[in-house]
């Protein structure tokens, strides 16, 4: 286990083909497009930074020589020569993984950096090796994004399918190595650790109190950059 003072290493999820955002990834990878100048993966890394964060890991395989390129050699990154998904992908990079719990971010949502510190309140969530914590999104505070929500929060703090309020999961989630005992070697969703965590009851929730930009697509990040003021 990690020393309670010690900030938990970030996985980066940058291996995908990001196709809803074509053209644009046609020559670059859906974490390297500029949002308002700034590459999404970027951003994201601010958030983490902002915190604390000052380790990251990510994947790559979807043109990986530019993400490879763009940190060059200051962020270890697990190559995938056959795409693994979320779960895979991280199961692969775990033994680049220092930290026990580690934050895995998605790499095309964040919110404004300095605005709120959600993953402090997801640290202080964090139980213990069977917890999952969800970085969890009011609709109303979302934008890019296409469905009503996810799942729901209930006032304990628990994710549940459907009681509690409406929430959308914001790409950020915090937990341990011991999740994926069990899990296949080859591709998997981390929905799949997830799920199993929901049905454990130990699948918990923090609420973002900022606005959330999701670029899922080009007319999402065109309305990302106007509210930006980019």
Same mark, same amino acid.
């Given at each position: 286990? !990690?020393?309670?003072?010690?900030?938990?290493?970030?996985?980066?999820?940058?291996a995908?083909?990001?196709?809803r955002?074509?053209?644009?990834?046609?020559?670059?990878?859906?974490?390297?497009?500029?949002?308002?100048?700034?590459?999404?993966?970027?951003?994201?890394?601010?958030?983490?930074r902002?915190?604390? *964060?000052?380790?990251?890991?990510?994947?790559?395989h979807?043109?990986?020589?530019?993400?490879?390129a763009h940190?060059?050699?200051?962020?270890?990154?697990?190559?995938e020569?056959?795409?693994?998904?979320?779960?895979?992908?991280?199961?692969?990079?775990?033994?680049?993984?220092?930290?026990?719990?580690?934050?895995?971010?998605?790499?095309?949502?964040f919110?404004?950096?300095?605005?709120?510190?959600?993953?402090?309140?997801?640290?202080?969530?964090?139980?213990?090796?069977?917890?999952?914590?969800?970085?969890?999104?009011?609709?109303?505070?979302?934008?890019?994004?296409?469905?009503?929500?996810?799942?729901?929060?209930?006032?304990?703090g628990?994710?549940?399918?459907?009681?509690? *309020?409406p929430?959308?999961?914001?790409?950020v989630?915090?937990?341990? *190595?011991?999740?994926?005992?069990?899990?296949?070697?080859?591709?998997?969703?981390?929905?799949?650790?997830?799920?199993?965590?929901?049905?454990?009851?130990?699948?918990k929730?923090?609420v973002?109190d900022?606005?959330?930009?999701?670029?899922g697509?080009?007319?999402?990040?065109?309305?990302?950059? !106007?509210l930006?003021? *980019?």
């Amino acid at each position: 286990m !990690e020393k309670p003072d010690r900030f938990p290493d970030v996985m980066l999820l940058a291996a995908g083909l990001g196709t809803r955002l074509r053209p644009l990834t046609e020559t670059m990878p859906k974490p390297l497009v500029p949002v308002g100048g700034v590459p999404l993966i970027e951003r994201v890394m601010a958030n983490a930074r902002e915190e604390g *964060a000052k380790r990251f890991v990510a994947n790559a395989h979807y043109l990986a020589d530019q993400v490879l390129a763009h940190f060059g050699g200051l962020v270890k990154v697990s190559r995938e020569e056959t795409l693994l998904d979320t779960g895979g992908g991280l199961k692969r990079a775990l033994p680049m993984l220092h930290s026990d719990p580690f934050l895995v971010m998605n790499t095309d949502a964040f919110w404004p950096t300095g605005v709120d510190r959600p993953l402090a309140r997801m640290r202080a969530r964090y139980g213990g090796q069977e917890d999952v914590v969800l970085l969890c999104i009011q609709p109303g505070r979302a934008t890019g994004f296409g469905r009503s929500h996810d799942f729901c929060l209930d006032p304990m703090g628990r994710v549940t399918p459907d009681y509690g *309020a409406p929430v959308i999961y914001g790409g950020v989630a915090l937990m341990g *190595a011991d999740v994926f005992r069990d899990t296949p070697d080859g591709a998997f969703s981390l929905t799949k650790i997830f799920d199993r965590a929901l049905e454990g009851e130990t699948l918990k929730g923090v609420v973002l109190d900022a606005p959330w930009f999701h670029v899922g697509d080009p007319a999402a990040l065109a309305q990302v950059e !106007e509210l930006l003021g *980019a």
